[in-house]
């Protein structure tokens, strides 16, 4: 499977080779650890994530045609992050599940490992790779010492949010 990606991405030149092969390791890594169900969740959330990040909102058919997965199972993906919080937002969603997401999975991930839950049974609740969690908790400690300089960091500084959370000494 993998091989074959990146053979189809070096063809089409789309997305950069570096991007994909991060991205392919990371369902891997996901559908290894923790399934087939993680792998799809972590990848609709990653692509509803970055059309957010880019100002841009998709609909249920849109995702259903990226799926190939019908409206109602894309609800249920999507209904397991916004019961959790994660802000996933999906045009045309009723008010009920709007009122239900709070802030992103980074800082949802990094709070609740703040708060000592178990980092494997947040990053399965939540279908983030080791790769994604580390990358997370290395821009938070960016955004604690002031070195925002990576670009994560720079991109969503709603992590800083948790800095007033933590107590001194802890």
């Known amino acids: 499977m993998f091989n074959y990606l990146v053979s189809e991405i070096k063809t089409r030149r789309e997305v950069s080779l570096e991007e994909a092969i991060l991205i392919a390791r990371e369902d891997i890594e996901l559908m290894a650890e923790f399934g087939i169900v993680a792998l799809q969740r972590g990848?609709?959330?990653?692509?509803?994530?970055?059309?957010?990040?880019?100002?841009?909102?998709?609909?249920?058919?849109?995702?259903?045609?990226?799926?190939?997965?019908?409206?109602?199972?894309?609800?249920?993906?999507?209904?397991?992050?916004?019961?959790?919080?994660?802000?996933?937002?999906?045009?045309?969603?009723?008010?009920e599940n709007r009122r239900l997401m709070k802030d992103h999975r980074a800082v949802l991930a990094l709070g609740r490992y703040l708060g000592g839950a178990d980092p494997t049974q947040v990053r399965k609740s939540l279908a983030v790779s080791i790769r994604r969690s580390q990358r997370w908790w290395r821009d938070f400690k960016a955004v604690l010492q002031g070195r925002i300089g990576t670009p994560a960091a720079r991109s969503d500084r709603r992590l800083a949010g948790i800095r007033g959370r933590i107590q001194p000494g802890t």
């Open 43 to 95: 990848r609709l959330a990653r692509i509803i994530e970055e059309t957010y990040r880019q100002e841009a909102i998709l609909d249920g058919s849109r995702l259903s045609v990226l799926f190939l997965e019908a409206n109602r199972g894309l609800r249920q993906n999507l209904k397991h992050f916004w019961e959790q919080g994660v802000l996933l937002p999906v045009s045309g969603m009723c008010r």
